[in-house]
């Protein structure tokens, strides 16, 4: 079955440098991807998605580069700031049904 | 307002009792999910209803029912509460136009006792 899983359980970086979170996933059949971030006390929120046909995505200050040779998706944050901190899950896609990685908690130090 | 509220936000039941967590959504998606958050864990889907006639078991559903009352209402029901349950529950919502979007709800911190 699929299963998707991160690199890191804790990240921190100072406040004004990039934040890499890395997650690797099993499902072949995943045609889509998206990074959530959950803030303390919330549901997740989306911030970027990716589809299976793609390696680059760009958004606002967030970058999402998939490597389908290696099973593997990444999370760029730029120029990070104390209200990046929080948690950020990775979610395949298959079958309209999203599996979710365990997260990673992203620490923005002053 | 919110676009998928929960009900209630904090609940303590104790072992052996029925409990009902409700979703309901202004969004006008057609689909609805139900996962559990565990620390360490990640989000499981415990259900899942693509529309009000449709409802699909999830990977833990053992211990859980559900019910769409109407394509805004999805609700989750365990039948006998235990220990192990206890858990952070979101509810979310996606519309079939836009595959995976999914917008959650605020969840519901539930403890079994």
């Known amino acids: 079955g699929e299963s998707v899983g991160l690199h890191l359980p804790t990240l921190s970086v100072q406040e004004g440098d990039n934040s890499i979170i890395n997650c690797a996933y099993s499902?072949?059949?995943?045609?889509?991807f998206i990074w959530y971030k959950q803030e303390s006390g919330k549901g997740p929120q989306f911030i970027i998605d990716?589809?299976?046909?793609?390696d680059k995505r760009q958004g606002q200050r967030v970058t999402v580069l998939l490597n389908k040779t290696v099973k593997h998706l990444s999370l760029q944050i730029a120029a990070t700031q104390p209200g990046d901190s929080a948690v950020y899950f990775c979610a395949g896609g298959s079958n309209y049904k999203l599996t979710f990685g365990k997260g990673t908690l992203l620490t923005v130090n002053p | 307002d919110a676009d998928v509220t929960q009900t209630p936000r904090n609940r303590i039941t104790k072992t052996g009792k029925r409990i009902m967590l409700e979703c309901s959504q202004t969004?006008?998606?057609?689909?609805m999910y139900w996962y559990r958050q565990d620390p360490g864990l990640g989000l499981r889907l415990i259900y899942y209803?693509?529309?009000?006639?449709?409802?699909n078991k999830g990977e833990i559903s053992d211990g859980y029912s559900v019910s769409r009352q109407a394509q805004a209402k999805f609700s989750l029901s365990l039948e006998s509460a235990i220990p192990n349950q206890t858990a952070l529950y979101f509810c979310?919502?996606?519309?079939?136009?836009?595959?995976?979007?999914?917008?959650f709800g605020s969840g519901t911190r539930l403890t079994v006792v």
């Open positions: 990716i589809r299976s046909n793609m």
């Open positions: 209803s693509f529309d009000v006639k449709d409802i």
């Open positions: 499902n072949s059949a995943s045609d889509y």
């Open positions: 969004k006008g998606h057609d689909r």
């Open positions: 979310a919502t996606s519309d079939h136009a836009a595959n995976y979007g999914y917008t």
